[in-house]
Nanobody, 115 residues
Framework: QVQLVESGGGLVQAGGSLRLSCAAS????????MGWYRQAPGKQRELVAT???????NYADSVKGRFTISRSNVKNTVYLQMDSLKPEDTAVYYC?????????WGQGTQVTVSS
């Protein structure tokens, strides 16, 4: 059974940094794509960043230049380094992983940025 477990969320002041981690278990081969999504209160879940097995990243325009996604294929772990955080980055952040046609989600971790 595949499980994704996020960690690293918390409360930070505007301009600060946080690093999220998502560790996957229950899989033998690596995921095709891993990434992060977020959902703010009253809003739909949105893409933050994704990264392929080969390390090619893709970012939402709102986080380009501030967030950096990376992954360890050996550890089946994806990271999100978030710098220059803004209050509008406040949301629950979800880890996502895709293998062939299967889509997996973590339970989410809260990120709160105070002004």
């Amino acid at each position: 059974q595949v499980q994704l477990v996020e960690s690293g969320g918390g409360l930070v002041q505007a301009g600060g940094s946080l690093r999220l981690s998502c560790a996957a278990s229950g899989i033998i081969f690596g995921f095709d794509v891993m990434g992060w999504y977020r959902q703010a209160p009253g809003k739909q879940r949105e893409l933050v960043a994704t990264i392929t097995t080969g390390g090619s990243p893709n970012y939402a325009d709102s986080v380009k230049g501030r967030f950096t996604i990376s992954r360890s294929n050996v550890k089946n772990t994806v990271y999100l380094q978030m710098d220059s955080l803004k209050p509008e980055d406040t949301a629950v952040y979800y880890c996502n992983a895709i293998l062939v046609e299967s889509d997996y989600w973590g339970q989410g971790t809260q990120v709160t940025v105070s002004s």
